[in-house]
């Protein structure tokens, strides 16, 4: 009877879902899982998602599958989802609907919301313009609040919706990434998605510059720009590329490097230089987007302008001097055990009670 009445008194979100897969590698689908994994306890859930997404083991409440299956879309699942919206509020009396992914399911939430009369939470990793800016505005400017990973973002949102209420939130990062004491490789890291905006074009210039003998670069991740970039390193034999890996692999990626190097132009928030961090690396990054609100300038790492010989500069320092490496390591990883995905589900929480009032 107890455990009843706690559930009775917990805030309820119908949570439409375009996917949070166990093994995703992409930053919006990783939120969207850790998230929801650390939400299990603290709120009810109903995961409306469709019936061939895989979901992992702690996400609990997926209780309403939307169609089609596949190919959920801005333009699809405005048909689709309020019907499953509506069903979900019937069966189960949510306080509130939370749209994680705004050109994905945001407009289907903000029409489901005015038609069942509940408040609409938006989530922004970030805006990147581009020909559905305007869908980004319709919305943002029109749901009940939005939250965010970084002070970045939020501005960005602030920008297009003046006078919205939004909240940010930074992302977590898991116990699983942490230091395991061996000695690292003398090894450059990239890991994250292999598209333009992650610049990594840039980082094969930088590495050409570069003078540290016995010295390697990884890219890790996969992409539109994979072949490319494979093609601008074929003469360079200290450049490696890793395309198949899961987050185990990923964690001895991550501990086996001396130094991560992440030059995007556009970030959100930036997941991987914070599991860098996490493992005990120094990050370097650019001072786009979010990233300095990741990396602390001159502690945990450094955030510097897209110059090629600056970069260099850096990459040679860390590699060849272990002791401020060592220092500048465990103060990353220090500093990164302050992000975890239970704040992150507890500030969510706090923004969606407010809105819900107490339903």
Request: glycine residues 10%.
């Amino acid at each position: 009877m107890a455990k009843r009445k706690r559930e009775d008194h917990q805030l309820r979100i119908c949570n439409p879902s375009c996917g949070l897969a166990p093994d995703s590698s992409s930053g919006g689908e990783v939120h969207e899982r850790e998230l929801l994994k650390a939400l299990s306890p603290l709120a009810d859930v109903h995961l409306l998602i469709s019936p061939r997404k895989r979901v992992p083991t702690q996400v609990r409440s997926v209780r309403e599958p939307l169609w089609p299956p596949r190919g959920l879309r801005w333009w699809v699942t405005p048909w689709t989802v309020p019907l499953a919206i509506a069903r979900c509020v019937r069966a189960h009396r949510p306080g509130i609907i939370r749209a994680h992914s705004i050109r994905g399911m945001g407009l289907a939430c903000l029409i489901a919301g005015r038609r069942v009369s509940l408040p609409v939470l938006a989530h922004v990793h970030h805006l990147d313009g581009g020909r559905l800016a305007w869908l980004d505005r319709f919305i943002l400017q029109r749901v009940d609040a939005v939250t965010t990973d970084s002070e970045f973002s939020a501005g960005q949102v602030r920008r297009i919706a003046p006078g919205q209420h939004v909240i940010s939130i930074p992302c977590g990062v898991g116990p699983e990434f942490c230091p395991d004491g061996q000695a690292p490789h003398p090894l450059v890291l990239f890991l994250g998605g292999l598209k333009p905006r992650k610049n990594v074009e840039f980082l094969l210039r930088v590495w050409r510059r570069v003078r540290v003998p016995g010295a390697q670069l990884v890219i890790a991740g996969n992409g539109p720009e994979f072949p490319r970039l494979q093609a601008m390193a074929t003469d360079m034999p200290t450049v490696g590329f890793r395309t198949d890996f899961d987050d185990r692999v990923k964690v001895a990626l991550y501990q086996r490097a001396m130094v991560f190097a992440f030059p995007s132009l556009l970030e959100g928030f930036g997941m991987p230089p914070l599991e860098a961090q996490a493992c005990g690396v120094p990050a370097i990054v650019s001072q786009s987007g979010s990233l300095p609100e990741v990396v602390q300038h001159g502690l945990t790492g450094y955030v510097l302008p897209l110059h090629e010989g600056t970069w260099a500069d850096a990459l040679e320092s860390l590699l060849t001097d272990a002791t401020g490496r060592g220092a500048m390591g465990g103060a990353a990883a220090h500093w990164a055990r302050s992000f975890t995905w239970e704040r992150t589900a507890h500030e969510t929480v706090v923004a969606a009670q407010r809105l819900s009032g107490g339903r």
